[in-house]
């Protein structure tokens, strides 16, 4: 069972600053987009590295249901050294992403930007190939090709902002769902006739979750420790 996260976010304008002379052309649709934008990368960190769980909301006294990530749900485990990453390290990884009743032979990576430089600075060869990138579902993407499969390489902000720089996961487009059970919608309230105070607000919610269907389809990859922080951690 994934539980589905609830996301909503809100924007006021009061009516002082509504009707107020401004010497910017910032306005009301401006907050709303912003609004939109950080709920939309809220959103995608929750996608990716949510715990499932259920909390208690202690001022509404309700339970607060939280989404587990994509990347909990991936089936194999890639791990790399970053210092002896080359073209073989890379056709072993595209071994591993794309055998062992794998799936399918196009398939999305999504790496913070340690990963996507290592990637970046391989010298490619008849085996591997690196070609132009291409845009797919909205999204520009940089195609690597093997006769394993192809990789589709995008770097996110989000393994960044969640201190994974160095990792990625890979995942199969014809296995991945999003299940919304509240589709996005926006709905403006009056705050003033209702007594709260003189403003106005548009409150936006979704509430949705993803989900991988046959886990060995997704892998997630890592880059190893460093002997150092292996004794550390042991």
Not at 102 to 113: D, F, N, V, W, Y
């Given at each position: ?129 690196a070609s132009e ?8 993407f940089h195609i ?88 550390v951690t042991e």
């Amino acid at each position: 069972m994934f539980f589905s996260y609830f996301y909503k976010t809100q924007v006021e304008q009061s009516t002082l600053q509504k009707i107020a002379d401004k010497e910017v052309g910032w306005t009301f649709s401006d907050q709303e987009e912003v609004a939109i934008i950080d709920m939309r990368l809220c959103m995608e960190k929750n996608f990716l590295f949510g715990a499932r769980s259920r909390t208690k909301s202690v001022a509404k006294n309700e339970d607060v249901w939280l989404t587990g990530g994509i990347w909990t749900q991936a089936g194999k485990d890639f791990v790399y050294d970053a210092e002896k990453f080359d073209n073989s390290a890379l056709i072993g990884l595209m071994r591993e992403a794309f055998t062992k009743n794998a799936g399918s032979t196009r398939k999305i990576l999504i790496g913070g930007s340690g990963l996507i430089t290592i990637l970046n600075n391989l010298n490619v060869d008849r085996v591997v190939k690196a070609s132009e990138k291409e845009t797919v579902w909205g999204v520009d993407f940089h195609i690597m090709t093997s006769k394993f499969g192809t990789l589709y390489v995008v770097h996110s902000e989000v393994f960044d902002l969640c201190g994974r720089p160095d990792d990625g996961i890979i995942v199969d487009p014809e296995y991945i769902t999003k299940y919304t059970h509240i589709p996005f919608s926006a709905e403006r309230l009056s705050l003033k006739s209702s007594g709260v105070r003189n403003s106005e607000a548009v409150v936006m919610t979704e509430a949705s979750c993803l989900v991988l269907r046959y886990p060995d389809a997704h892998m997630r990859v890592t880059k190893k420790l460093s002997d150092s922080a292996e004794t550390v951690t042991e």
